[in-house]
């Protein structure tokens, strides 16, 4: 095979929009890269022929209809529009990403029908997914009605879930955060709608679980008494010992803070799901929703479905068990009347034992079907029969879309991501199916053809970006094992081919537009490399930061998408099952408000890298570098969906995260990963007085990239409570001001900044004031908290000082906005990093407490709190902000820590920009790096170090973290604490 090296350079390309009259189509040849192939096919409508000079341009003249498979089936697909105006059919359609809804009729499911035969039933959600197709739009022709197919729950009733009649919108509005604030009402009310996610029991279900007398022996006996262990019977938990918040000001803990433990019998506590997949912002769930609002505090969830885990049972069997009425999986907390019946934890239904699950191959025993993995562990993994398909497992195919203007070759990423993709071609989540394609763009799209007995490469450039089409489309996404050698000669050539360019136009939307063509018959990942505003075709956009609207202290303007296209196009590419993850590598505004909503409602990612340069900023060279290795190679689910089910009586109203919501409790993931993190707020229907235990299951049903169709499923089991103590005693601090920061990015675009701030504030003095006015033996003049939220204050002010939520002159609007879609989509643990970093003392590092992994030894510092009174001048401190850490080096420190961990002799001779510690043969550099490289292990993504001096113009960015110290408008720790006791008082 020839080399691409000797590659000529591009001419201008002819102008787009351009049209041959319909009498004589042009069909004008290809730009080449090497020698384009004779024997080429011709495509529909688009002929090929040599050139008669060396390069020359596509101007589509006749577009080519596109035919997508599905199944063994083809579907002629409606028309693509192009316009950036948002459609009317689009502003109707009433499609939900967090609080908006989807009313569309064609995304409700049929009715399904109970049966009395497991593998009957099957059948027939199989024939209601076929029969009833559920699309996201007009364009999408893939049959995927995953409502029917995972099945929804409680089918004998008429449902705004199950019901084909369109609900009407204002039936299902989800309430708006802070409900009633400013003024301090009830803040998280919400009063019962007419149409429920969760559907009343059905007629003759029995409701409770100790109407069924356990009479079969085993571990998941649940009765009343392993339920619920009230608090009010025994002494006070330390989670209930007040706390005086003005006057013991150092609260923050040494160590990190762990998850509430919920108050559960010992048996039930070691099956219950781990909190770092699935957890509660209250681990005593109040029995009414009259109590949850005596205690204004928010009731959700925090989920992250597909993390990575070390050991996950998997089980293949060829019944999937699960309750007749609600379809909950079968689980560690339902209850065994006999060896033939057990009933649902959920709604309560008696169901039948499968003649097959009396057998357990862990045990290689017959009739002991409690001690079957799927009922002994929290958290399973499923292999799916081809009753959970609605067509053959799609491959893993990978699009890249790369940015090819002046300004993204001019920063130098191309070369980065181009060396990323050859090292870890291999490692690609795949297999012999693997398909892999590239678009590269400026005032003009070009793709590749890569088909297999080329010489070399072809690049075909289509100018035409009023109405672009694919050239050839058979051979643009090719087998990755077919036509490796090809793929990597066209990386090797693609860093230098635009190394000459002048073309600063960028035509995103078109590409955007392409690549959706591209990826509609089989569904995939769209990776997208974006380095400025798109100026040209659909989806242009126009800068809209005013640097001088940056003093405004209160009123932030732009938090919303500028256009719709970009959110319409993920509503088609999630239709198709393919999501879209951008890299915004931008030195400049580039409006990610509108951009980022490509990722959003397709369940991407986002991913941004404010003054990308690759000499100028070597540092965000490197964590690109790095965060595409974990990105190319990380684990992969692609048609997913995943739906929350929870106890009769407990209904979800809202979602966040990136996904579109398909029904009222199923959100479609065209792509999930093990990275992306997802919000939930629920509220009490109807009372739950007739059990002590509620349980929340979530199953994520997704494609792996081998091809097999697999659900995990987490059940969270947790006790129901009678008094406010109780309720209070069971806060899940971390949790709750993750619900509420995801909250506050809803209320800020739909509202204001101001209001979602307010709002914030307001959340802290009404469950601080619902507290001590239940307490007859507090001082009402004196701040205390409940110990369980003695960080709230805390926690509250140190979101209000994020880049998401702060006021100032300091944000950028991009950054503000990554800000929130970080907050949106990131798991509870790396978002807590995030609102409030962790400080160390790094200069004294010793083996006392030091924790071993991996035979290596690494020191555990204690935790410092953030404000400047902790830092010494004789001093180094590290500080985990999660992407980045930071190490401040003092004045006065001493000259064998800076020799023995940083390599310089004294303070003086330290550079200004030190991004990476040098690996010395020292005991202080051993024990710096075991723990940094410790605290980067946990993380997916690698987070950029910054060593900053003193003296630094670079430590306004560290001091900017210290959230207990006053800042160019914001309060003090301190300070914030008399507002709320103010507020409290009034």
Known sequence: MSAPAGIPPRPAAAPGGARAPAAAPRAPPCQNVGVLDSSHPVSQNVQFTKPSVETSVVSSAVTSSIRTPVGDHLTEPASVPS???????????????????????????????????DEEEDEEDEEAAIDSSSTTSSASPVINNYDALEGGGYPETNSAASSPVPTPQTSRMPKPFGYGYPTLQPGYQNATP?????????????????????????????????????????????????????????????SPVLAPVPNLNSDLRKLNCSPDSFRCTLTNIPQTQALLNKAKLPLGLLLHPFRDLTQLPVITSSTIVRCRSCRTYINPFVSFIDQRRWKCNLCYRVNDVPEEFMYNPLTRSYGEPHKRPEVQNSTVEFIASSDYMLRPPQPAVYLFVLDVSHNAVEAGYLTIVCQSLLENLDKLPGDSRTRIGFITFDSTVHFYNLQEGLSQPQMLIVSDIDDVFLPTPDSLLVNLHESKELIKDLLSALPNMFINTRETHSALGPALQAAFKLMSPTGGRISVFQSQLPSLGAGLLHSREDPNQRSSTKVVQHLGP??????????????????????????QYSDLASLACMSKYSAGCIYYYPSFHHSHNPAQAEKLQKDLKRYLTRKIGFEAVMRIRCTKGLSIHTFHGNFFVRSTDLLSLANVNPDAGFAVQMSIEESLTDTSLVCFQTALLYTSSKGERRIRVHTLCLPVVTSLADVYAGADVQAAVCLLANMAVDRSVSSSLSDARDALVNAVVDSLSAYISTASNLQQSTLIAPNSLRLFPLYVLALLKQKAFRTGTSTRLDDRIYAMCQIKSQPLVHLMKMIHPNLYRIDRLTNEGAIHVNDRVVPQPPLQ????????????????????????????????????????????????????????DTLSSERARSFITWLRDSRPLNPVLQVIKDESPAKTDFFQHLVEDRTEAAFSYYEFLLHIQQQICK
Not at 574 to 579: F, K, L
Not at 867 to 873: H, I, P, Q, V
Not at 891 to 914: E, M, R, T
Request: glycine fraction near 8%; charged fraction near 15%; hydrophobic fraction near 30%.
């Open 562 to 587: 500028a256009t719709d296209f970009y959110k319409k196009l993920a509503l088609d590419c999630s239709g198709q099952q393919t999501a879209v993850d951008l890299f915004l590598l931008s030195s």
């Open 194 to 254: 007419s149409t429920s996610a969760m559907q009343p029991s059905n007629p003759g279900h029995h409701s409770g679980f100790q109407q069924y007398p356990q009479q079969y022996p085993g571990v998941n006996q649940l009765s009343s008494t392993l339920g619920g262990l009230s608090l009010q019977h025994s002494q006070q938990p330390e989670s209930l010992r007040p706390v005086n918040l003005t006057q013991d000001r150092n609260i923050l803990p040494v």
């Open 83 to 117: 316009n950036t105006q948002p459609s009317e059919s689009l502003l109707q359609e009433g499609m939900q990403y967090g609080g908006y809804i989807n009313n569309q009729a064609s995304s409700a499911p049929a009715p399904l029908s109970s049966s009395s035969d």
């Open 865 to 920: 709190k953030l404000s400047a009174e902790k830092l010494t001048r004789e001093g180094a401190f590290l500080m985990d902000c999660g992407s980045i850490f930071y190490i401040w080096i003092g004045k006065s420190c001493d000259n064998s820590f800076i020799k023995d961990v940083l390599g310089y002799p004294n303070y003086a001779s330290v550079p200004q920009k030190l991004t990476q510690l040098p690996e010395l």
